[in-house]
């Protein structure tokens, strides 16, 4: 009935153009530097493990995921 935004926490990371929090993609923590692309704003960027941190992609973010995933 209405949009159903879930509470499960994933690891994300801060854009560090737009300042929205960005799903990394990761299922665990990564000990590497992981690369992300921006959905908003297609900043790609590098991250060092100390960027990464559990939390909730941004609204916008997730709505663009699903337009782009085609949902």
Known sequence: M????SNRKI???RCLR???????G????????VAVACPLCGDQSRYRPSDVF??????LVQAQ???????
């Not at 209405?2 to 935004?5: A, K, L, M, T, W």
């Open 18 to 24: 737009c300042q929205r929090d960005v799903p990394t």
């Open 54 to 59: 559990l939390g909730l992609p941004h609204v």
């Open 26 to 33: 990761a299922q665990e923590f990564p000990f590497q530097s």
């Open 2 to 5: 209405f949009g159903h935004r």
């Open 11 to 13: 690891f994300v990371v």
């Open 65 to 71: 995921v699903k337009v782009g995933a085609g949902v």
